[in-house]
């Protein structure tokens, strides 16, 4: 199997059930994936209770494996893109493309990046994905499914977007590009020019922030949307290595001017 199925992180967000632990762990399995993530279960041991053992039917192996983080931030650290499947439209998010798209998408990225890990990301049975959940994704994905009833179990969700991942890496390139929805990269030589991980944007969205504040352009007290909206932005660029170490040597570079300004006691 390709060791592009290895850089393939499923993450379920919050999850209550362990027979949908178990059945997702089925689910990627079936699909040749291995790496299966859970977010701040609300079941203690989740993944050692009998229902998620039973339904994981076979794929025990990725059952135990499965990584616990306590948040989504730190699930997402190595990701270099990361898509939200959700059926709510949001008013404020990242670009928005169906599963199919995001398979192509993520086949591509790839494909053009050695060191490029991709994430699918569901959320909890009952509510989803949450806005700061969203937040943290590159790209909002759905699954077209019957408008009139489109509440799909979270494991079921996960199994169809592992079947269209795995049509689209066995199809390598001859699955056609979707130019209205990402602009892909010359192939990546230099290390500096390969995508930069969700841990190094969080950094940087972090000190630009501090950068913001440091010159008066955001306030801290009445912040708005001001910096959801540059997260997406950000987001949406699918910043490099060296686009990210560039944007921090700015947000120094403003920090050190706006310190220098203000009068000294």
Request: proline share 8%; charged share 20%.
């Amino acid at each position: 199997m390709t060791s592009d199925f290895s850089r393939v992180r499923f993450i379920m967000t919050e999850p209550s059930h362990p027979g949908n632990v178990g059945s997702a762990s089925r689910a990627i399995k079936t699909m040749g994936f291995e790496e299966l993530v859970l977010v701040a279960p609300k079941t203690p041991e989740i993944a050692l209770q009998p229902e998620a053992i039973a339904l994981a039917s076979g794929a025990g192996d990725v059952l135990s494996r499965a990584q616990t983080f306590d948040n989504l931030k730190d699930a997402l650290a190595p990701v270099t893109l990361a898509f939200a499947l959700t059926a709510r439209e949001r008013e404020l998010g990242p670009p928005a493309c169906d599963i199919r798209e995001a398979a192509q998408m993520a086949q591509i990225h790839l494909s053009e990046h050695p060191e490029g890990r991709i994430a699918l990301v569901v959320g909890t049975e009952r509510s989803g994905l949450t806005n700061e959940h969203i937040e943290l994704c590159h790209r909002v994905c759905h699954i077209p499914a019957n408008p009139a009833y489109s509440s799909l179990n979270v494991s079921q969700a996960m199994q169809l977007g592992a079947w269209e991942l795995r049509y689209a890496l066995l199809q390598g390139g001859t699955a056609p590009r979707s130019a209205s929805l990402i602009t892909p990269r010359p192939v990546a030589k230099h290390p500096g020019n390969q995508p930069a991980s969700g841990e190094s944007v969080q950094a940087l969205l972090a000190h630009w922030q501090e950068a913001l504040e440091a010159v008066r352009f955001l306030d801290p007290e009445h912040p708005k949307k001001l910096m959801p909206r540059m997260r997406h932005l950000f987001n949406r660029s699918d910043l490099t290595k060296d686009e990210v170490d560039m944007m921090r040597g700015v947000c120094t570079a403003m920090i050190a001017t706006a310190h220098k300004r203000i009068p000294s006691a």
